[in-house]
């Protein structure tokens, strides 16, 4: 898995959220699923008149405390001029240094999970903290393919 140190402005966001745990989404009543299938069943890019509607984001925010506590996630987009639809939850992914990580390409959910197991692994035996301060999974929706997919996954370091 390769790694680049970037740094990043902080970006707004709009979409559709809910709070979970890596042991819920590991234990077999994960909520990350229903998420994309309510993602995709939405709409969210036209209601928000994204202006980059083939970015799609998957935020992993408000952090209760490191990777073993809750967190939120928001999929969704950058927002635009518009006022944000009622029912979106609104969120932003601070300005920071990432780690970004790129998945294998495959399956979508195969490579993400695989590429998140990497990255608990790598910060287990790196000198690098997380800040978890807001990382994210993007996602180029012009060649998604959730056949093969090839996704960009940005950490926030200290």
Avoid: C
């Avoid at 635009?80 to 609104?90: E, M, N, R, T």
């Amino acid at each position: 898995m390769h790694t680049d140190l970037i740094g990043k402005p902080g970006v707004s966001l709009a979409g559709i959220a809910v709070r979970t745990t890596n042991a819920v989404e590991t234990g077999g009543n994960g909520r990350l699923s229903a998420l994309w299938n309510d993602y995709f069943a939405s709409g969210i890019a036209e209601r928000l008149q994204a202006k980059h509607a083939h970015l799609i984001y998957a935020l992993y925010t408000d952090y209760e405390s490191d990777a073993t506590g809750a967190y939120t996630v928001l999929i969704g987009h950058e927002r635009s001029d518009v006022p944000v639809p009622s029912g979106l939850a609104q969120a932003e992914i601070p300005e920071s240094k990432f780690l970004v990580f790129k998945t294998k390409k495959g399956p979508v959910y195969e490579v993400v999970a695989q590429a998140w197991q990497e990255i608990w692994t790598f910060f287990e035996q790196s000198s690098i903290e997380r800040a978890y301060t807001g990382d994210y999974e993007l996602y180029d929706g012009r060649s998604f393919d959730p056949a093969a997919a090839e996704v960009d996954i940005y950490i926030a370091v200290k």
